[in-house]
């Protein structure tokens, strides 16, 4: 498993503790980390899509531009779809976990799962971490 550095940065904590947790579970999942992103390209297409990206979202993409954590899955920049037509207008998916996407709302910055059954919120990057991806891991 190839891990990129881990960058000093609101993710920093959460970062840690999933290739922690990878590790233990290495032969179990898959575990994918691509190299990070740098900003120059984040901001390039913010201006091309007239979209502000989370501050969370940044910091991982900071960290890896593409990742898979066993079930999970953040796509790279250049995976993330506007605009899909089965999603309400203002997410953008950014991942997906399961059969449910996960997304941005360009509005309220909130992560949402949004699936077939349900759609869930979580208030930033950082809280789906902890409260999806770490707590799974952990329970192995």
Known sequence: MNIPEIPDNSLTEEITEIIRLCGKYEKEYEFVFAPPLA??????????HGIILPCHVKDWLAFSNGSTIAYDKLFGLDGFIVGHSQLPEELVIIGSTHDE??????????IVRYGTSETRRYEDLRDFLRSTVIRSLRRG
């Open 39 to 48: 900003e120059i390209e984040m901001t390039a297409w913010e201006q091309v």
């Open 101 to 110: 996407s996960l997304c941005f709302s360009r509005i309220t910055h909130e």
